[in-house]
């Protein structure tokens, strides 16, 4: 499994990517404007991995989730299961591929996608 992004929850849209932007060196990648006033803001900093920071009115502020890529959703899902994690969504087709959900130890939501190639 590889760290691909990690979810934020932010109050304020504008200061959160003034202080990731100006203070920690990330750049915008992209916005989007969703349903109900929900906004994403992905940030991006050295490497591969992604910061996404959602301004919503229904999720609490905080750490959300933490995205990783894997190659075999199928087997990783298995192995999780051997071990005795419970998963919260099965491998389940989105627009990019598969992803499947888990929660480790303290309720943060990690979900593990399989890319089409």
Do not use: W
């Not at 202080?19 to 920690?24: E, H, I, V, W």
């Not at 591969?48 to 995205?67: F, R």
């Not at 899902?77 to 992803?99: A, F, H, I, N, Y």
Request: proline share 3%; charged share 30%; aromatic share 8%.
């Amino acid at each position: 499994m590889k760290v691909k992004y990690s979810t934020m929850i932010v109050d304020d849209m504008k200061e959160s990517v003034y202080f990731y932007t100006s203070k920690c060196g990330f750049e915008i990648d992209s916005e989007y404007d969703l349903p109900n006033g929900a906004f994403i803001t992905l940030l991006k900093g050295n490497g591969d991995t992604m910061l996404e920071l959602i301004k919503d009115n229904i999720h609490e502020t905080g750490l959300y989730s933490i995205g990783m890529d894997v190659e075999d959703i199928d087997k990783e899902v298995s192995d999780l299961k051997s071990k005795g994690v419970e998963m919260v969504l099965e491998p389940t087709r989105t627009s990019v591929g598969q992803m499947a959900l888990f929660k480790d130890p303290n309720g943060i939501n990690i979900v593990l996608v399989e890319h089409d190639n």
